[in-house]
DNA sequence: GAGGCCGCGTACCGTACGGTACGGTACTGG
DNA sequence: CCAGTACCGTACCGTACGGTACGCGGCCTC
């Protein structure tokens, strides 16, 4: 019973639409201006006092938080209905983890909160990084972990330890991506560069992995 | 001619002993402090005044740069000669430098240094992050790479690209890590662990590239 | 021993920014 | 029409911190 829901450690009340409005604020601004985010250019750009900012979110932190997992909340798409698995539906997921993964981590605003939650580990409660941990390695890893599974019931895949095989797929698909990304290497992936490396990755994965059905 | 040199765009001169003892000072401040690091604490744990270290590194960013500079300085030690290989030596050049890679990253020091050049990247002119890639991923591709394609004149891998297949070592060795840690993430790799991990992955790269010499 | 540097310590300045206070406007319920 | 609430805009406060100025002691050179 604890499969497939993404772990929310404790309810958090959903934004109301005009909060959702300042975070989102937040977000475009984050990505327009680096991360030198300052609460009046916050409440200049969502158009409210920063009383409001402040009775709404608690601090800047409240706010940071608020957003990350804003977005957060907007990422945890998709149907995660695990069946039976024939080898070309295995492999057809494990593309599409990769991909949308890709997807992720390469778009300004991943990069633009990971900085912040890194900056944020840095200095004192790491709170946002463990937020983004949360929704992304370990949610991510969730989602994954369960196929690979059903793989390995379906016969199709050998490993001891889904944790590890995982974490071998994670490699194989960031690889020095996400660390580039980080340091601000250009590095732009359109989307076909990104199938390609998805489809590279899983190859990679299913070589190391899979196993003919006996 | 532009082998396995760590391209040092611009000759930097070394600091002298006290400036040397000054940055020691700001890596053991960044290591301890986090990263809310400020000249006043930097002058006081160095014994130094403000005025000197204006007069030294310019301003905040300089002193930043001159430290991840000096960081960097020191690990480029290794000595490189790529002579012909054969099998157990590639497999052991892999092995050193992937369990050394990984020592270095789960490093206090790369953790916070690397935080600090994130921070950098995501607000204006990304020096410090351009300075961390060159001496980190950069580096350390620029020297595996011709262990590769030593390994492949040898018969013993097989790829098109070395740039490629390092990029898949990189994935492999570092898999999850470094953003687990830059986020936060306790995840302490004793030295056993590191090296497992550093076997595993080489192990899985010569089960992708190697090949038995035709 | 007199001048000149270098660098330590400390006091100081300016400003950016987190956080608060307050007046003014719109809407709601009675 | 009035009280209450919500929230915008703006002015304001306090402080932390980057950067500068200055005085003083130790060290060289002559």
Redesign the pocket.
């Known amino acids: 019973m604890t499969a497939t829901a993404p772990r929310d450690e404790t309810v958090y009340e959903a934004p109301s639409a005009?909060q959702q409005a300042v975070l989102d604020a937040v977000l475009a601004l984050l990505v327009e201006e680096g991360d030198?985010?300052?609460?009046?250019a916050v409440?200049r750009r969502a158009?409210?006092?920063?009383?409001?900012l402040?009775?709404w979110f608690g601090?800047?932190d409240g706010l940071l938080t608020a957003t990350v997992r804003w977005q957060a909340s907007r990422v945890h798409a998709g149907r995660d209905a695990v069946g039976t698995l024939d080898a070309a539906t295995l492999r057809e997921r494990l593309l599409d983890f990769a991909a949308s993964w890709l997807d992720v981590i390469a778009g300004r605003t991943s990069v633009v909160l990971n900085r912040i939650a890194i900056a944020h580990a840095g200095s004192r409660k790491g709170n946002l990084g463990a937020i983004v941990l949360a929704n992304g390695r370990l949610a991510i890893g969730g989602r994954v972990k369960p196929v690979l599974e059903a793989g390995r019931t379906a016969g199709l895949l050998a490993f001891e330890d889904s944790e590890t095989a995982f974490r071998t797929f994670f490699g194989l698909v960031g690889r020095d991506i996400q660390i580039r990304l980080l340091l601000g290497d250009a590095l732009d992936l359109d989307a076909a560069e990104i199938r390609r490396d998805a489809a590279r990755a899983v190859d990679q994965f299913l070589a190391l992995y899979g196993q003919a059905r006996p």
């Open positions: 005009r030198q985010l300052t609460m009046d409440a158009s409210c006092s920063k009383e409001t402040y009775k601090d800047r």
